[in-house]
T-cell receptor, first 114, second 113 residues
């Protein structure tokens, strides 16, 4: 079975632009979460979606938004990009939301802001 | 605010020895704690979960302990191998409804042949 897939794998943008990152969860998984990981740090939670509804939001500005589609895939959108948005963006899926569900991660999108 | 501390310095050990990684947390009481492995350029991979009422959990060569009094989890790899070299992340799960994991910065483990 395919794991979590993310696209694109790498992306270069300039300040002020916007970006859309995409994620396809493992088949059967209904929950998708997004994380930002800067070099030398652990993943920082951005959003969690379950059954197309937002279930959690981390401490990120309103420039960050996301949505989940009927097929459970998800998009993360970031507007007005800043240099500090340069990071690895990870998507993780799980069977359900909450409790002790292990997160199954994709290999991320490496976003560089020039 | 919630804080998770993992050794920032890399842990270097010889093949065959037991590696012990530490995760300390402050200012909250997680109901669960997960451990993940992350290789360079890859996403984290789930290894083990331990509940607050479990003192110890084992999986093959891996062992995790969870001391809610000390607010600490220890992660052990016995009979370590060079293939175990990676960054290991601990992730206590807050119980504020959605049990979203909060990750530490991870500890790099290097196993020398």
């Amino acid at each position: 079975d395919a794991g979590v897939t993310q696209s694109p794998t790498h992306l270069i943008k300039t300040r002020g632009q916007h970006v859309t990152l995409r994620c396809s969860p493992i088949s059967g998984h209904k929950s998708v979460s997004w994380y930002q990981q800067v070099l030398g740090q652990g993943p920082q939670f951005i959003f969690q979606y379950y059954e197309k509804e937002e279930r959690g939001r981390g401490n990120f500005p309103d420039r960050f938004s996301a949505r989940q589609f009927p097929n459970y895939s998800s998009e993360l959108n970031v507007n007005a990009l800043l240099l500090g948005d340069s990071a690895l963006y990870l998507c993780a899926s799980s069977l359900q939301s909450g409790h002790n569900q292990p997160q199954h991660f994709g290999d991320g999108t490496r976003l560089s802001i020039l | 605010s919630q804080k998770i501390e993992q050794n920032s310095e890399a842990l270097n050990i010889q093949e065959g020895k037991t590696a012990t990684l530490t995760c300390n947390y402050t200012n909250y009481s997680p109901a669960y704690l997960q451990w993940y492995r992350q290789d360079p350029g890859r996403g984290p991979v789930f290894l083990l979960l331990i509940r607050e009422n479990e003192k110890e959990k084992r999986k093959e060569r891996l062992k995790v302990t969870f001391d809610t009094t000390l607010k600490q989890s220890l992660f052990h790899i016995t009979a370590s191998q060079p293939a175990d070299s990676a960054t290991y992340l601990c992730a206590p799960l807050s119980s504020g409804g959605s049990y979203i994991p909060t990750f530490g910065r991870g500890t790099s483990l290097i196993v020398h042949p």
